[in-house]
């Protein structure tokens, strides 16, 4: 299969058989075995490092090389990494305890796991699934974003110079091309992308009851307690909305701020904005939004705002112009209290607008997220412990990090996943693993008399009858 085929139903259908067929006809894969395939794909990540940095800015028309190198090579590398140091471990049977016998877990592959991944951060989500896919001894099919055509064809490229079909396949193409291959009957399904298309997933994967893990995103709130260090917080969350010009699943989505403190709010932002990107339209570590389809959503999200009376604060240090630009640009924005009929405040973001709202008191914040849909992401600056535990006990959320934004994803020992409308399941570390292996139960039964078969003797009635008590 060439990178530009456009692949039909029938062709990944042929794949997928051809795996579980490898994977039916062969022992399931040792430790050692394990760790060799990742070592190929790390093996990727350093020797392909330039050409995934140069794939993404054409992609985006421009991304900062040094962002791409960060967390679209260096973040997946460590990743892949630590799983490999892991697998032995994580592959041991697992003791529980019982009185009738010897019991354990046994960790098993689940056979073909197909990656479904989204176009903001391919190499991350490329990668980092199939570390835990392969960890846990998977054949894997990763269908590529058409929204990345340059990187796209980069890794439909380089992966069968290092894995064969019936191991790792790489499938691209169109929408059509994938809703083939979301009905394909695989043994686990992993996606990452919009909440209204993991619908479809789902549906999808239902009619062969395949099993998923939808990693979705939606309004990750940010809460700056009255007890926070806010010129701190605010660095960190403008610092962190900006990755990749907002273009996160975990980006902050919107802000509560201390009603007396807005002012203040927006004059830190402005100086951070001025600190990291003194200018915008032509800095090299300045993302573009990733095409016109997604900068004209964004902008029609700006003139509603406008037009319904918000104020819209531009950060723009140089007061650039960003008409007639080449690439899809713009500046960060901050929407000042916008009403919750906006479509500003019903989808979510991705890109660099913010909404701040303010809050008398911190039960009315918990309040307008609890009548919301759960978020992948919360987010909490404050030193005051008792408002910390009624925030993360009240709230739920994929989830959560204090004092900062995103970072908890970066945490290989914490499970990465969404809840409610920002997804289910888990992956990353071991929760990566575990979710694309069966935990298969195992009982080495004790010898002795079954007293519960029938006949039923009066002994084995007055047995039952003294246990069951309160």
Known sequence: MSANENLRGADVHVVLEKQRAAWLANEPWTAEQRCELIDRAIGLLVDYQDDIVTALAADFGHRSADFSRLFDVLSPLASMKYTKSQVATWMRDEPRHTDRGEAWVRYQPLGVVGILTAWNFPGNLIFNGLAGA??????????????????????????????????????????????????????????????????????????????????????????????????????????????NAGQICLAPDYVFVPEEHMAEFVSLAKATVAKLYPTLKDNPDYTSVINSRHFERLQGYLTEARDAGVHTVELNPANEDFTGQPHHRMAPTLLLNPDDSLKVMQDEIFGPLLPVKPYSDIQAAVAYINSHPRPLGLYYFGNHAEEEAFVLNRTTSGGVCVNDVLRHAGVETLPFG???????????GFDGFRTFSHARAVLRAADGPDLMRPPYSDQVRQLVGSLIKR
Do not use: W
């Open 418 to 428: 969404g809840v409610g409308a920002s997804g289910m399941g888990a992956y990353h």
């Open 134 to 243: 392969l960890a846990a001894g998977n054949r894997v099919m990763i269908k590529l974003s058409e929204f990345n055509p340059s990187t796209s064809a980069l890794i439909a490229r380089i992966f069968p110079t290092v894995f064969a079909e019936d191991e790792v396949a790489i499938v691209t193409g169109g929408a059509e091309v994938g809703q083939a291959f979301c009905a394909l009957p695989f043994d686990h399904l992993l996606f990452t992308g919009a909440t209204s298309i993991g619908k479809h997933v789902m549906r999808a994967a239902a009619e062969n009851l395949v099993p998923v893990t939808l990693e979705l995103g939606g309004k990750s709130p940010t809460i700056i307690s009255r007890s926070a260090d806010l010129p701190a917080a605010v660095s960190k969350i403008i610092t962190g909305k900006l990755h």
